[in-house]
């Protein structure tokens, strides 16, 4: 059993390796190294859409890995956005806050990637 677990740490390991790798771009920074509150560009595959009301408002939450980090993204007012699902790779612009301790991005520019 031990074992078991132990590959998968392993290959989880390997796969953040390989993301931060494919992310690695000029201008670009790793979601653990993005500093709060300043303009910041990210890249990233998103892990999980989600749409959940925030304040009675409509609001569509994204969950972006790029290997290093993850941030919360959320578009407000949206339900849904055309190429916007799990497994994406994105590249997103805007100023992250932190929301109840977590790290997050709201309404920002983005780009899917091939």
């Known amino acids: 059993m031990r074992r078991t677990i132990s590959k998968w740490a392993d290959t989880e390991d390997q796969h953040a390796r390989d993301m931060r790798r494919t992310f690695a771009h000029t201008g670009v920074v790793q979601i653990a190294d993005a500093p709060d509150r300043e303009r910041v560009r990210l890249r990233g595959t998103l892990r999980t859409v989600t749409l959940r009301p925030r304040g009675g408002?409509?609001?569509l939450e994204a969950e972006l890995f790029?290997?290093?980090g993850v941030i919360t993204v959320v578009w407000l007012g949206r339900r849904r956005i055309s190429g916007i699902s799990p497994g994406r790779s994105m590249e997103i612009q805007g100023r992250i806050g932190?929301?109840?301790g977590q790290?997050?991005?709201y309404n920002p520019r983005y780009e899917l990637m091939p």
């Open 103 to 105: 790290r997050i991005m």
């Open 57 to 59: 408002v409509p609001a």
């Open 66 to 68: 790029d290997g290093s």
């Open 98 to 100: 932190q929301h109840e």
